[in-house]
């Protein structure tokens, strides 16, 4: 990378001297820019192929105790230290530095850490049982099936890397090797060490400010698709002791041609429930019946936003309490 | 910016993380401050290792601080933010103020933003609030209320006046200028 960025800062310079010749009122893009670009692309690839990657740690400037400390205090929270450098340990690296100590002739290798295996578990239980309480309490109506798509959205290893790592853990994990699933396991480590230093209210706190911040501005639909909508509205309507869902079409328009749109109401006891449009009847109802139940379900598109400022009623016990 | 940023990288203004709408993080998370110990140009970074540092340690626990002396060579500050963004920043001749100054730029950005070329100075995930348009979308409400075959709708909004109906209007228009003028010289 440090190539691509030394070769395109000459470039820049270079083409600011040529941009001093060529006449003032020319605004396009020149015909050599894309090319360059291609060319410093290629280039780029190349160099980072053959490269490795100098870890962090590696550098003269690298206090790792330092380094863990400013960790806790970044993210506002109280660790012990103790707990929370365990945390970042990997029972991979201590494997890996076992066999180098057996390479180097130490018949019984000993290394003065511990893994972060017990916290990694805790960590998953909480996650899951804080998210699941804070997503009941901000969408009571979601049925089940969609709180449980939900939360697995939120705690899927790919979104837990993502936060994982703009946490800053990548550069102190002590690992064999770094990948998405080694930097969501810190983070679930990290909930563990923050649980068994600062207790239950802390760490609701901290998977409420970094975990369900996510669902911020996401389009609920997205995350939990609706698998046949018109049963499920169908189903919704028995069991809230509402009348038989009806359809009917409210306007159609260029029928029989590739342009056709259907407008189709469902009306239960002749009150509109949910409007829809789609290229044939079929779509339409689809679409009309996810409209009516995002409205019964409370995830409609102008839902309010979600509050991140719910605190923790009760002690977590048997099951964890949250009040507005 | 302008047409010399093109191999700038590039993007749109972001807050990391949704950062804020839970807690705020300090996206700064280490920075190194080099200097040499009796060069002149490191004179305004000796004085804020000196005076400030201290302090900016203590208000900020979240930033590592490293300091690295280096003989004869300009001082330098190096950046380093929690999206794995590195910025080294020129501090050449700089006074503590001005170093002050850049960093708490520093402080208070989430990455490089002199090395981003900001493609607009908004970004939304959620471009249109109205949805997808329909034909019945934007529909005058009087139109429900229309008994179909119509003959005013039934006809093509396009229809040009025919060269007679021009003509017989040309006509009407002598006319009255005609009458016009026998009115004024009446008068």
């Known amino acids: 990378m440090s190539f691509y960025f030394k070769t395109s800062r000459l470039l820049v310079s270079r083409c600011n001297s040529i941009a001093l010749q060529v006449p003032k009122n020319v605004r396009n893009i020149k015909r050599w820019v894309a090319p360059t670009l291609r060319e410093l692309n290629k280039r780029s690839k190349n160099v980072s192929s053959n490269e490795e990657i100098q870890k962090r740690s590696t550098f003269i400037e690298w206090n790792y105790n330092s380094e863990v400390f400013a960790f806790g205090k970044r993210l506002q929270e109280n660790f012990n230290l103790v707990t929370l450098q365990r945390a970042f340990v990997h029972s991979s690296f201590i494997t ?180 829809g ?10 679409t009309a019946s996810i409209k009516a139940l995002r409205k019964f379900y409370g995830i409609s598109d102008n839902m309010r936003p979600f509050d991140f400022r719910i605190k923790l009623e009760n002690k977590y016990s048997e099951k964890v309490k949250l009040n507005g | 910016m302008s047409n010399s940023h093109l191999f700038l990288k590039s993007g749109f203004p972001r807050a990391p993380l949704q950062n804020g709408v839970g807690r705020y993080i300090c996206q700064l998370q280490r920075i190194t401050l080099k200097f040499c110990k009796n060069n002149g140009s490191s004179r305004g970074m000796r004085e804020f290792i000196e005076k400030q540092l201290i302090d900016f340690a203590k208000e900020n626990p979240g930033t590592v601080v490293y300091v690295k002396p280096r003989r004869h060579r300009t001082p330098v500050i190096v950046a380093e ?25 520093m402080k208070t950005q989430n990455g490089s933003s002199s090395s981003l070329r900001l493609r607009k100075m908004w970004h939304t995930d959620m471009p249109s609030i109205q949805g997808p348009w329909t034909p019945f979308t934007l529909k005058n409400p009087a139109s429900n209320l229309v008994i179909f075959p119509n003959e005013e709708l039934s006809k093509p909004l396009d229809v040009e006046k025919s060269a007679t109906e021009k003509l017989i209007e040309l006509f009407r228009e002598q006319r009255l200028s005609e009458g016009k003028l026998e009115e004024n010289r009446g008068n």
């Open chain 2, 81 to 105: 933010y929690l999206n794995g963004d590195r910025e080294w920043h020129n501090c050449r001749n700089l006074s503590k103020e001005e170093i002050t100054q850049w960093i708490t730029l």
């Open chain 1, 96 to 275: 890996q530095e076992e066999n180098r100590q057996k390479q180097l002739g130490i018949e019984n290798p000993e290394i003065m850490l511990q893994d972060n295996d017990s916290l990694i578990t805790a960590g998953q239980r909480l996650l899951f049982d804080y998210v699941t309480a804070f997503l009941e309490h901000s969408l009571p109506k979601v049925p089940d099936e969609g709180i449980r798509a939900f939360t697995t959205y939120l705690t899927s290893i790919s979104n837990l890397a993502v936060i994982s790592k703009n946490l800053g853990t990548f550069d102190l994990i002590l690992s064999d090797n770094i990948d998405d699933l080694t930097l969501a396991n810190t983070l679930l480590a990290l909930i563990g060490a923050l649980h068994e230093s600062s207790g239950d209210e802390k760490t609701y706190l901290f998977v409420r400010d970094f975990i369900c911040t996510q669902l911020n501005q996401k389009d609920l639909y997205e995350i939990w698709e609706i698998s046949s909508p018109f049963e499920s509205l169908r189903s919704y309507c028995l069991q809230n002791k509402l009348a038989v869902p009806e359809c009917r079409i409210i306007g159609e328009t260029a029928k029989n041609t590739v342009l056709s749109a259907f407008h189709v109401g469902i009306y239960s006891k002749k009150i509109l429930i949910g409007q």
């Open chain 1, 277 to 286: 449009f789609g290229e044939d009847v079929e779509t339409a109802i689809q």
